[in-house]
C-alpha cells in the first residue's frame, strides 16, 4: 500500500489548529514603527509593538542605516570567522560591552540566534540546564538543540531550580536560563534570588533581557541594574537590539571566557553570514538614544501606568502589575480572538496570543505600550478594550 502524500498530511495539521481555533494568518500591516497601522483596510492605534522606546521609527536609525549602507554597502559577504567581521561590528561590540558594564560581547544576526548560541554553546555533552518553565521559544529551541540534559523549573521558583542544579554534574557546565522579562507576561524574573542559586551551585546564569534592555533599570541597562545588581563573571547577559533598540540583531555580553567560547564554538554565528553595516549602525545608533533621550523610558513607564490604571477602574484584570507588557488574559483561544477582533472594530490593533505561543488556556491579548504613544492614545485604547470585553462577555 503507497504511503499518504506528504502534502494532504500537512493540510490535514493545519485544518486540526483551525478547528481548535488556531489559525494563523501573516496580516500585512503596513509600517509598523509609530502609533498607528493600517490592517485589513482599517487605520489602527498600534498597540502590539515590542518597539517600546518608539525607536524604530527614529531619523537616527534611519539615518544611520542610510549612511553605513552608502559608504559600505549592503552586505558583509562572509561569516564572521571567514571576511565578515566589519569594523562596525568590532565598534559596535565594544559599545555593547560599555552599555552592559561587561569585558566583552558578541554581536549575532538576531535575538533568536543570540539564544541559540549561547545556551547551545556553553551546555554540552555532560553539562546540565535548568530552565525556566516559561523561557521564550528561542532559549527552548536551544535547550533542544544542546547536547547537555536539559530539566525544566515551575515558573519562577528558585528553590526547585537550585535543587536541579545540586543534582548536575561535578565535572560539567550547569546553565541556570530564564528570561529577565518574560515576553508573554511582562513579569520579571527573580534575578538576585537565581544569581545566589547559580553561586552556590557554582553555576553560570544566562539572563535573556530581550524585554528589558532599553526598558528596565535606572538607564535601561535591564534586568540587573532595576535589581541594583552589579554585572559579574557569573552572568551571561543575553539581549536584542529588535525591540525597544529599533534595529534588528541580538547581543551576548559577559565574562571573556564565554565570549572566547561561542566566537569558538557557536553555530548560529559561525555558520551565518554576518549583520550587514546598516544593522550594526542601526543598533549602534540604539544604544546611543538610551542614554542620549532617557525621557522616553520615564514616559513609556508613565504611560504603561496608566494603561492599568483605566483597566483596573473597569474591573479589568491585568497579568502584570509594571512594565509596558500588558496582558488581559481571555482563558479561551477563541474568546483571544473575538476580544482582537472587537478592538480592531474600535480601530485598535493588538491581536489574539494563543497555544503554543502561551499554555493551553492561557490565551490572551498582549497589549502593549510604547514611548510613541500619547495619553490620549492610551485612553482610547483602554475604552476600546473595555467595550470589547463587555461584548465579548469577559
Ligand atoms: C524573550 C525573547 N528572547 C528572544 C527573542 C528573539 O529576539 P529576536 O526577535 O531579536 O530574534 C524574543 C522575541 O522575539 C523574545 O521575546
Redesign the pocket.
Known sequence: MGSRPALEILKDRVAAKQAVGLTRRLVSVGPSCGRFVTVRGRRCLLMAS?DYLGLAGHPRLSQAAQEAAASCGTGSGASRLISGTLESHVELEQAIARFKHAPAALFFP??????LGIVSTLADEGDLIVSDQL??A??IDACRLSHAQVKVFPHGEVAKAEELLAQGPKDGVKLLVS?G???MDGDLAPVPELLEAARRQNALLVI?D??ATGVWGATGRGTLEHFGLEPCPEVVM?G????ALGG???FAAGAPEVIDTLVHCARSLLYSTAPPPAQAAVALAGLELVDAEPWRRKHLHALSDLLRKRLAEAGLQVACDAGPIVPVLTGRAQAALELGEGLWERGVFAPAVRPPTVPEGASRIRLTVTAAHQEEDIETAAQALVEAAREAGL
Do not use: E
Not at 538576531?110 to 539564544?115: E, I, K, S, V
Not at 536584542?240 to 525591540?243: L, N, Q
Open positions: 515590542n538576531t535575538g533568536y540566534m543570540t539564544n523561557n521564550h528561542s532559549l528570561d522579562v518574560f515576553s535573556d530581550a524585554h543575553a536584542t537590539f529588535s525591540k534588528l540583531g541580538g
